[in-house]
């Protein structure tokens, strides 16, 4: 029992790094690249949570010594924030900080600094990091009639087969 009693003590030691760096590095990584932005959407705002949580014990760690449960709720938060089939980081980005955003910060973009419409956007966050950048720089060259031209070349010989 003793072995036991020990490791129930110390799960959030042994489980911690696994669950709240290893898995989202892991996932962030993948991610990357994705050509979905929605998983995106969830690591960034788990790395954004998880880094305000340090913070916040930095600041209050005296405070935070005292309390015994403090370790294990931050690894049940920590794990409904990162486990896939609770997605709580991307649950708390869509029913709080995004409609924060939309009210006071105006419409959002993928990048303002670009002069791409909403369907030329859409089109780039479907493309794999490597693809969008190639894209970005073919558009950047040739602009996005040729890209235009392209797909519909594409679809004329995809229609033929």
């Not at 760096?21 to 960034?44: F, G, K, N, V």
């Not at 005296?62 to 990162?82: E, Q, S």
């Not at 924060?100 to 859409?122: A, F, I, P, R």
């Not at 493309?127 to 009639?145: E, I, N, T």
């Amino acid at each position: 029992m003793g072995v036991l009693a020990v490791i129930a003590k110390r799960l959030d030691a042994l489980v911690g790094p696994g669950v709240m760096l290893l898995y989202p590095l892991y996932a962030s990584l993948r991610a990357i690249e994705s050509p979905s932005m929605l998983d995106d959407q969830q690591w960034l705002t788990y790395w954004i949570i998880y880094s305000l949580i340090t913070l916040f014990e930095l600041s209050f760690w005296k405070i935070l010594a005292w309390l015994p449960f403090w370790t294990y709720m931050k690894l049940l938060f920590c794990m409904w924030l990162v486990l896939p089939m609770f997605n709580g980081a991307a649950y708390l980005y869509e029913n709080f900080v995004r409609q924060y955003l939309v009210k006071y910060g105006g419409k959002l973009m993928m990048n303002q600094n670009t002069n791409y419409t909403e369907d030329q956007m859409k089109l780039l966050q479907m493309l794999s990091l490597d693809a969008r950048k190639s894209v970005v720089q073919f558009v950047d060259k040739y602009g996005w009639d040729a890209v235009d031209r392209a797909i519909k070349a594409a679809e004329k010989e995809a229609k033929r087969r």
